[in-house]
């Protein structure tokens, strides 16, 4: 049997075992006679034929498909929206007493939030058939739109996949492909064709045994006659294997798919991915199994016709990724043993269907480490797109925020409704971890995980709904491994002194730094001033990486072009205190380094109650650095009662309540102002401030200093 892959062959009904591997139906067909599923010349499905009721059933079933989008998705539907209030409501004017009165949409593509440009082109992709791959932070929705994809693609298409055995060469299994729905029919048409024959068979056996037996009990020879029985049972048991070998292997079955398959091939070996021969290892005797029922499909062929999603894609081996791209270029792949020591490797199935839609995902080092070919194949032939980060704040995003909350409490399906105060709360912890001022975040994985632990809270006290104290809670339960962490260094630099909040001390200034992504920490940084064995140099410990020695190298520019002191002469060492085995990265301690040197050369103390953040130019500029609102908690936690911050950082700052009686913000927009504020000792650090005023200037116009999104130094 040749490969068929024309979907609108008919389906076989009860094959017999032919010589050349052909069912009765195909031969009927090729002998010219009328198949059973054929009435005047015209294709049509038995009226017994259980996929029938389905396909009548599937207009009600589906879901919408590509070509019924079109309107925009409402917001919220059947809900009272108060516009008055809209734009200063945090619900943006939703008037709901819980997440309960909040309708979700059934599709995945119109629960999707704030990604308007991937949400379209997913959508495009899905009615054009192209392949899409999409880049940014994990937990900003790339697998829930890639999911989406499979709901809007047409189910009419989905197929079964048989594997058959090849009599003229076992190693080379014959492929076949019918509508979906139709392979259980054929593999239970061939069973029963089987059973029959093994019956009949058995039947045989047991009349042979028996006349063998009766003969030799009458001659005599009892012994002669059980050993002649066991050898013919021997040989019918032998030979009955060939029978078994006539019923196909399905390998893809979409009989009950409601939708194009999704397959999340996310970490997949080659096997996995490929697909795969089990290894036998009985190959003799009449115990090995027939290669084609050792067939096993991988993620590209159970994705035929639907979405195969990869995330993490650079992450698969480079020889993976070429036969990847084959099979995407082909839309067929064979399947071979993927182990060179297994005997699954002398077995290889003729090409196997494998036309799926390539939704590739990762993180920006994603396209570093991707074979080139690979992605030239995505973006040949679909579409690249840029998940964003965070989104504008507006009404109508807040409304869907709130919606964000319910989708995610009847996803679970165990979690109490959240009221609408405690919408509220959450609304508020997105604004803040946007890290920018008038933003929401699209970090929607962390986020959802706050909203199942505040609704697991309510849910152990047997409430009916989570309230904002459970929110509050949560939030606090929630926290990462690395707010954890430098909450823990906090209290033991308390305990040990190692954290200095009062007086002044010359050199010594109190950096801050973030650890991850939503952890804020404390981070000394000394220098100290001493005479050069040869050339003046600056020495830096604390493990630094790259951009923090440049930031460091930066700061130097600015000490020579103010300092009276010859620095040829001067050995400046700066130590990032107990920067850990992490490192220091980024440039946001430049203000700090450049205070505690010109502290040290001039002898001027710095107010250790002060704590400072920001980036540096050459000329001195004070510029926008990430993680503001983190670095000021951890100010404010550290006991510090004043904190330095980029003056463009300003707008981005949306601390916790509890903080905000804790700590004053000042914002500075060049270095003249931050020694204004840190130094101690008004004689002398009034006449360096005013020395400093006529030497800096400013690199950049105050309205284009540019905002904080452009810079998110970790940890420093």
């Known amino acids: 049997m040749s490969n068929d892959t024309n979907v609108d062959d008919p389906p076989e009904d009860a094959p017999d ?55 925009t998705v409402e917001v919220d539907p059947g809900v009272e ?77 989905l197929q079964d996949v048989l594997v058959y055995h090849n009599p003229d060469d076992g190693n080379e299994p014959k492929v076949r492909t019918v509508p979906a729905g139709k392979g259980e029919q054929i593999i239970d048409a061939h069973k029963e064709e089987a059973r029959k024959r093994n019956q009949m068979r058995s039947i045989l056996m047991w009349i042979i045994i028996a006349i063998v037996v009766g003969y030799a009990i009458l001659s005599g020879s009892i012994l002669l006659g059980i050993l002649a029985a066991g050898i013919i049972w021997l040989i019918f048991r032998y030979t009955s294997r060939g029978t078994d070998a006539m019923v196909p292997n399905m390998i893809v079955n979409n009989g009950d798919q409601r939708v194009a398959p999704f397959e999340d091939a996310t970490g997949a070996h080659a096997g996995a991915l490929l697909g795969d021969v089990r290894h036998d290892p009985f190959q003799s005797g009449g115990m090995e199994t027939p290669s084609h029922d050792r067939v096993e499909p991988g993620a590209i062929h159970k994705s035929n016709k639907g979405v195969l999603f990869v995330d993490e894609i650079n992450t698969l081996d480079i020889r993976t990724q070429q036969k990847l791209m084959t099979a995407i270029q082909e839309g067929e792949f064979a399947i071979t043993g993927q182990s060179e020591r297994s005997s699954g490797a002398m077995v290889q199935t003729e090409p196997v269907p494998c036309d799926f839609i390539m939704v590739a995902a990762g993180n920006l080092d994603a396209m570093e480490n991707m074979h080139p070919a690979l992605r030239n194949r995505i973006k040949g032939y679909g579409y690249e797109v840029y998940m964003d980060d965070t989104i504008e704040d507006t009404p109508e995003m807040r409304r869907k925020y709130a919606r964000f909350v319910a989708q995610e ?83 033991r630099r308390k305990d040990y002194e190692l954290q200095v909040n009062e007086g002044g001390v010359e050199g010594r200034v109190n950096g801050l ?15 100290e001033i001493a005479p050069a064995q040869g050339g003046g140099q600056v020495i830096a410990t604390g493990k630094l990486k790259e951009m923090a020695e440049e930031s460091v190298q930066n700061v130097s520019a600015i000490i020579k072009k103010f300092s009276d002191v010859d620095l040829s002469e001067k050995d400046i060492h700066i130590q990032f205190v107990q920067a850990g085995q992490q490192g220091v990265d980024g440039d946001s301690a430049s203000i700090t380094v450049a205070t505690a040197v010109i502290s040290a050369l001039e002898n001027i103390p710095v107010d250790q109650s002060v704590a400072m953040t920001g980036s540096l130019s050459v000329r001195g500029d004070v510029l926008p650095v990430g993680g503001v609102t983190h670095k000021i908690e951890a100010a404010a936690k550290a006991g510090c009662s004043k904190v330095i911050i980029p003056e463009a950082n300003e707008q981005d700052v949306m601390i916790e309540e509890e903080y905000e009686e804790m700590i004053e913000i000042i914002p500075c927009a060049n270095i003249s102002e931050v020694l204004d504020v840190a130094l101690m000792g008004e004689p002398k650090k009034d006449s360096l401030v005013d020395r400093l005023k006529s030497i800096t200037g400013s690199a950049f116009d105050q309205g284009t200093v540019g905002s904080a999104g452009g810079s998110n130094p970790s940890p420093q």
């Open 17 to 71: 075992a032919a010589p050349d591997g052909d069912s009765v139906e195909e031969q009927r067909e090729r002998q010219g006679e009328r198949s059973p599923y054929e009435e005047d010349g015209d294709r049509r499905t038995d009226v017994d034929d259980p996929t029938d009721e389905r396909s009548r059933s599937s207009d009600e079933d589906d879901i919408e498909t590509v070509n019924d989008l079109g309107s």
């Open 81 to 157: 929206v108060d516009e008055e209030i809209a734009e200063d409501d945090l619900l943006g004017g939703l008037k709901i007493d819980s997440t309960e009165d909040i309708e979700v949409p059934d599709r995945l593509v119109d629960q999707v939030i704030g990604q308007d440009e991937a949400r379209d082109i997913i959508i495009k992709a899905a009615k054009q058939r192209r392949h899409v791959m999409m880049i940014g932070s994990p937990g900003t929705g790339k697998s829930m739109l890639a999911k989406a994809m499979s709901q809007l693609l047409p189910k009419e298409d």
């Open 409 to 491: 409490v009847e996803r679970d399906g165990r979690l109490p409704h959240f009221t609408d105060d405690a919408v509220e709360e959450v609304i508020l912890e997105a604004k803040r971890r946007s890290g920018r001022k008038n933003h929401l975040t699209l970090l929607f994985r962390s986020l959802g995980g706050l909203v199942r632990v505040a609704g697991d809270i309510a849910r152990a006290e047997d409430r009916e709904f989570t309230t904002r104290e459970d929110v509050l809670q949560a939030k606090q339960r929630s926290r990462s491994i690395e707010q954890q962490l430098a909450d823990d260094y906090i209290e």
């Open 513 to 527: 730094a973030v650890m991850g992504e939503d952890s804020g920490i404390m981070l000394p940084v000394m220098a």
